[in-house]
Nanobody
């Protein structure tokens, strides 16, 4: 079992940056790909980014490509999402999850964190 805890969310202005962290328990973090999703009020949880087990392969949604960067440090059992040039439409609860193979499909993820709120004011 993997337990995930997100942190780093907050209230920022448009154009600002934030870095989210996802701390994983256990020794199996490196055997999973890790993804970030977000959920805005009244909307479904949507894919943001995913990184492969060794960090060599990264995939982003079109809405964040060029602004967000996903990374991981397996030695620290931690994943990250660097978010730059934030927009009001990025406002959501951000969740990290782990999956066996790099995937954009929410239903394939085995474990999730509790989420961290990101609010971007205009």
């Amino acid at each position: 079992q993997v337990q995930l805890v997100e942190s780093g969310g907050g209230l920022v202005q448009a154009g600002d940056s934030l870095r989210l962290s996802c701390a994983a328990s256990g020794r199996t973090f490196s055997t999973y790909a890790m993804g970030w999703f977000r959920q805005a009020p009244g909307k479904e949880r949507e894919f943001v980014a995913v990184i492969s087990r060794n960090g060599n392969i990264k995939d982003y949604s079109d809405s964040v490509k060029g602004r967000f960067t996903i990374s991981r440090d397996n030695a620290k059992n931690t994943g990250y999402l660097q978010m730059n040039s934030l927009k009001p439409e990025d406002t959501a609860v951000y969740y990290c999850g782990v999956v066996r193979g790099s995937s954009r499909q929410r239903d394939e993820y085995e474990y999730w964190g509790q989420g961290t709120q990101v609010t971007v004011s205009s």
